[in-house]
């Protein structure tokens, strides 16, 4: 049930784009994206609800694909701070519950 | 307001002894989870809380971890005896109502080494 994240890492310059992929094999009530930088908490992002609604950072944009059971996060002219582990977790059916994948990489160079 | 306090930051154990962490949430929110996050990997919830009920703990290994929350407020989580796949950070969120609440805020987390 873990949801798979692509890619597991990636770097960037400043400035640059980058899209990080979370999929499901099942079907998906919302999606949570995290951010965890080294040593930190994970820090909320964004929720995409079943049905279009979302909750999150204004800097922050995300698509909720629920017939494909995927999940995308577009980090648009990235900045140093963007560096970090970024975690998607899925909640199946009305379960409750995350279950979170094992994260995406991002480092952003100068 | 104040974050989600969580003590210690820190505890090295040998294997066999037992440890107990402690999780105090944001005033107010419903919902108390605790994780294990091993190094690399994603956090995975050990146990939910709301108030001071169960919701979840089907990934808890209940032959050596134990949670409870008193009284809807702080919580404990208790591992004996500890072996070394618990080596992890043990996390603590909560939030005001559950998934559909909004977002979860974690605590600073406890890094267990057991040797």
């Known amino acids: 049930q873990q949801p798979v994240q692509s890619p597991q890492a990636v770097i960037l310059r400043e400035g640059e784009d980058a899209v990080i992929n979370c999929s499901s094999s099942?079907?998906?009530?919302?999606v949570h994206w995290y951010r965890q930088k080294h040593g930190e908490a994970p820090v909320f992002l964004m929720i995409?609800?079943?049905?279009?609604e979302q909750k999150g950072h204004e800097k922050i944009s995300a698509s909720f694909n629920e017939k494909k059971q995927q999940s995308s996060l577009y980090l648009t002219a990235s900045q140093l701070s963007y560096s970090g582990t970024y975690f998607c977790?899925?909640?199946?059916?009305?379960?409750?519950?995350?279950?979170f994948g094992k994260g995406t990489k991002l480092t952003v160079n100068p | 307001e104040a974050g989600v306090a969580q003590s210690p930051r820190y505890k090295i154990i040998e294997k066999r002894q037992s440890v107990a962490f402690w999780c105090n949430p944001i005033?107010?929110?419903?919902?108390l989870y605790w994780y294990q996050q091993i190094l690399g990997q994603g956090p995975k919830l050990l146990i939910q809380?709301?108030?001071?009920?169960?919701?979840?703990d089907s990934q808890l290994p209940k032959d050596r971890f134990s949670a409870e929350r008193l009284k809807g407020v702080d919580s404990t989580l208790k591992i004996q005896p500890a072996k070394l796949e618990d080596s992890a950070v043990y996390l603590c969120?909560?939030?005001?109502?559950?998934?559909?609440?909004?977002?979860?805020?974690f605590g600073p987390g406890t890094r267990l080494t057991v040797t």
């Open positions: 995409l609800l079943k049905g279009g």
């Open positions: 977790g899925t909640e199946i059916g009305g379960s409750e519950k995350l279950v």
């Open positions: 969120a909560s939030s005001p109502s559950g998934l559909a609440g909004g977002e979860q805020y």
């Open positions: 809380f709301q108030n001071n009920g169960v919701v979840d």
């Open positions: 099942k079907a998906l009530y919302s």
């Open positions: 005033s107010g929110h419903a919902t």
